[in-house]
């Protein structure tokens, strides 16, 4: 599982590659980070092999509830050939309006937009390892901090008709949604997936490195 520790102290990645077992810390240094710019088809398929949902067109909220936004075209996809793992942008939400009860229950939603960011993943066949959600992040925001993925809108996006991404387990691909809740004054939204560096027990070094989307 990617391991995400507020400091670079030593943490060990419980992943395993061949026999060989590594040792992973959560490098958010800004190590170099490559700009993907390359076009995908926007089709996707899911890890049974069948097409993923349709996205829901813009609708109202009159009664309160989740309203949900434009979807915009990405297309475009991260391959991560140390660790033999992929991911497909395929396209963003960034108008997504929690319902009424949310931003009663998420004070923070008031300051916040809410972005949601539609992504197939492949994990590596390489690693015992799973791959989701939470190796993205949303980089360049107003405070210089790379901002998480969250769950807590993970029932109401759903309830909408935007499936939550689910982790893919070591080989297999997954498609979903991704939520994030950048400040309204955040212009600029950049998807980063981040590779944290490992150090095998053979002495094989895996260094850390941002691999970034720019959205829109």
């Known amino acids: 599982m990617p391991i995400r520790v507020a400091t670079c102290v030593s943490a060990v ?9 590594l040792t992973g810390c959560n490098d958010d240094s800004g190590a170099g980070a490559d700009v993907v710019s390359s076009a995908t088809p926007s089709a996707s398929a899911t890890s049974d092999g069948s097409s993923p949902a349709a996205s829901p067109s813009q609708s109202a909220a009159g009664d309160g509830g989740a309203a949900a936004g434009t979807a915009v075209p990405v297309n475009k996809t991260i391959n991560d050939d140390v660790m033999g793992e992929k991911a497909t942008i395929v396209k963003y939400v960034k108008d997504f309006q929690p319902s009424a009860a949310a931003k009663a229950k998420f004070s923070a939603l008031a300051d916040e937009n809410v972005v949601l960011v539609d992504v197939t993943v492949t994990a590596s066949s390489k690693y015992y390892d799973s791959f989701g959600a939470t190796s993205f992040y949303l980089t360049g925001m107003p405070n210089g901090i790379d901002q998480a993925s969250t769950t807590i809108l993970d029932d109401e996006i759903k309830a909408a008709g935007y499936p ?5 387990e070591t ?7 991704i939520v994030f809740t950048p400040t309204k004054d955040a212009d ?3 998807l980063r997936y981040k590779r944290l560096a490992a150090k095998g027990s053979d002495g094989t070094d895996i260094a850390a490195k941002n691999f970034d989307v720019p959205l829109g």
């Open 13 to 21: 990645a419980t992943m395993a590659v061949c026999g060989v077992l």
């Open 164 to 168: 939550p991404l689910k982790d893919a």
């Open 171 to 177: 080989g297999k691909t997954s498609t979903g949604w």
């Open 188 to 190: 600029k939204l950049v």
